[in-house]
Every structure is written in structure tokens, then in C-alpha cells.
């Protein structure tokens, strides 16, 4: 099957993200700048994240949430492909659903931010009512994108709805300690806006305690050299 069908990663309107693998494949670094609602059809997906590792098997259903740092690699499964859908969560799409369902939530969310979520009969039916357009059509319009990301907000707050905070929680990351992230996150190549922005800073005053801190790290090093 491998020698016949080439890997596909797939992006339907800046909504949904369809990957298909036949052997190992290491996905990119990156900056996950929103929620996303992930479905694993079939083989694993092993992600490494800022506090740790997990792994998304064959039907799980995972909710990550926004502004986290990620590598991951694709293990398709030792008979079958890997396959799985990710839901793009943007915080215009869930401000849009707020208004409409008349959602307010103040508070700031403070949980875990990946959550495993039972896969019942309707998230399966759901993520499965998605691959025609990922598979056949390859496109879906923006009208209906918007309906199919709404549903399953709706689908996720029906089967928890204490995730109102999770989702609605449009705050910004809180300052934090540049020394602790960046020692932990420095081999994360993504762009410093991203990091400025994980930090809870502006880019300029991500730079300038950035250069303070190793100004001093430097300076320290030649003390302990004399």
C-alpha cells in the first residue's frame, strides 16, 4: 500500500486538518495557537509537549488546548494506515458560538490542557461524517465549515459541559518565568513571537528580559571561569 498511495496532510478551510500515513513520519514542531478537537480513525499518535508526553490510540478522542508547544510523529498501525481529524477550535469560531448560545465565562481557565474525551457514539459519528469531504470531495465551503466546527463545540460542552472554561477562556497566557520556560522549551523551533506570546510578554519585552537573563547567565559564567 505504501509503494501505491503517497502520505496526505490535508487542511479543509482553516477548520479541519485530515492526515493519512503509511509508515512513521515525524510531524513539525510547532505553536498550537488553538484549541483543537483530535479523532485517531486508526494507527497512533505519540506527541511530546511542553510538560510532558501521550499518546492518541485508535479511537480516542483528545482536546487540546491553545498556546502550547508540540512535536509529534505519526505510527500507522502494523495492518491499517494512520489516519486521523483534527478540529481547528479558533477563538473566532468559539466567540461566534458564544454569542450565538448567549455563553459568558470570566474565569480563567487553570486545568489540564489535554484532556482524553470519551468517544461515544456521537463524537464517533461526527468525526466519521467528516471524511467524505476530507477523502472525496477534498474541499468543504466555509458555510458549512462554520456549521461543522459549531457542532462540535456543542458536542463537546453536551458531553462536559465544565469545559465552558476550557473553551471560553479568551485571556491572555500569564507572565512567567523566562528562565524556567526557556530552559525547558528553548528546542522548540518556532518563531520568538511565539515564545514572547508563551511567556506572557510583548515581543519587546520578551527581548529585553530575554538579554538581561542571559547577559547575566554570561556574566556569571566568566566569574566562576576567573
Same mark, same amino acid.
Given at each position: 500500500?505504501?509503494?501505491?498511495? +503517497?502520505?496526505?496532510?490535508?487542511?479543509?478551510?482553516?477548520?479541519?486538518?485530515?492526515?493519512?500515513?503509511?509508515? %512513521?513520519?515525524?510531524?513539525?514542531?510547532?505553536?498550537?495557537?488553538?484549541?483543537?478537537?483530535?479523532?485517531?480513525?486508526?494507527?497512533?499518535?505519540?506527541?511530546? %509537549?511542553?510538560?510532558?508526553?501521550?499518546?492518541?490510540?485508535?479511537?480516542?478522542?483528545?482536546?487540546?488546548?491553545?498556546?502550547?508547544?508540540?512535536?509529534?510523529?505519526?505510527?500507522?498501525?502494523? &495492518?491499517?494506515?494512520?489516519?486521523?481529524?483534527?478540529?481547528?477550535?479558533?477563538?473566532?469560531?468559539?466567540?461566534?458560538?458564544?454569542?450565538?448560545?448567549?455563553?459568558?465565562?470570566?474565569?480563567?481557565?487553570?486545568?489540564?490542557?489535554?484532556?482524553?474525551?470519551?468517544?461515544?457514539? +456521537?463524537?464517533?459519528?461526527?468525526? %466519521?461524517?467528516?471524511?467524505?469531504?476530507?477523502?472525496?470531495?477534498?474541499?468543504?465551503?466555509?458555510?458549512?465549515?462554520?456549521?461543522?466546527?459549531?457542532?462540535?463545540?456543542?458536542?463537546?460542552?453536551?458531553?462536559?459541559?465544565?469545559?465552558?472554561?476550557?473553551?471560553? &477562556?479568551?485571556?491572555?497566557?500569564?507572565?512567567?518565568? +523566562?528562565?524556567?520556560?526557556?530552559?525547558?522549551?528553548?528546542?522548540?523551533?518556532?518563531?520568538?513571537?511565539?515564545?514572547?506570546?508563551?511567556?506572557?510578554?510583548?515581543?519587546?519585552?520578551?527581548?529585553? &528580559?530575554?538579554?538581561?537573563?542571559?547577559?547575566?547567565?554570561?556574566?556569571?559564567?566568566?566569574?566562576?571561569?576567573?
Amino acid at each position: 500500500m505504501s509503494d501505491k498511495v +503517497l502520505p496526505v496532510t490535508q487542511v479543509l478551510e482553516d477548520s479541519f486538518v485530515y492526515s493519512c500515513a503509511f509508515e %512513521h513520519q515525524r510531524g513539525f514542531e510547532q505553536f498550537t495557537a488553538h484549541h483543537v478537537l483530535a479523532f485517531q480513525f486508526s494507527g497512533e499518535t505519540h506527541i511530546q %509537549h511542553q510538560n510532558g508526553s501521550l499518546i492518541l490510540k485508535k479511537n480516542q478522542v483528545l482536546l487540546a488546548r491553545k498556546n502550547q508547544l508540540t512535536k509529534s510523529v505519526k505510527i500507522p498501525a502494523a &495492518d491499517k494506515e494512520y489516519k486521523s481529524i483534527s478540529v481547528i477550535l479558533t477563538d473566532i469560531a468559539l466567540q461566534q458560538f458564544a454569542s450565538d448560545s448567549d455563553i459568558t465565562s470570566r474565569k480563567k481557565y487553570e486545568g489540564e490542557n489535554f484532556l482524553f474525551l470519551k468517544p461515544d457514539a +456521537l463524537i464517533k459519528s461526527y468525526f %466519521h461524517s467528516l471524511l467524505p469531504y476530507a477523502e472525496k470531495s477534498k474541499k468543504i465551503s466555509k458555510k458549512l465549515a462554520t456549521i461543522k466546527t459549531h457542532e462540535a463545540i456543542e458536542m463537546v460542552l453536551s458531553q462536559k459541559p465544565s469545559l465552558k472554561t476550557f473553551l471560553f &477562556d479568551f485571556s491572555n497566557p500569564h507572565k512567567i518565568d +523566562l528562565e524556567k520556560f526557556m530552559l525547558q522549551n528553548f528546542h522548540y523551533n518556532v518563531p520568538v513571537e511565539n515564545f514572547a506570546k508563551l511567556t506572557g510578554r510583548s515581543l519587546a519585552g520578551f527581548k529585553r &528580559d530575554f538579554e538581561k537573563y542571559f547577559k547575566h547567565r554570561h556574566a556569571n559564567g566568566y566569574r566562576k571561569n576567573d
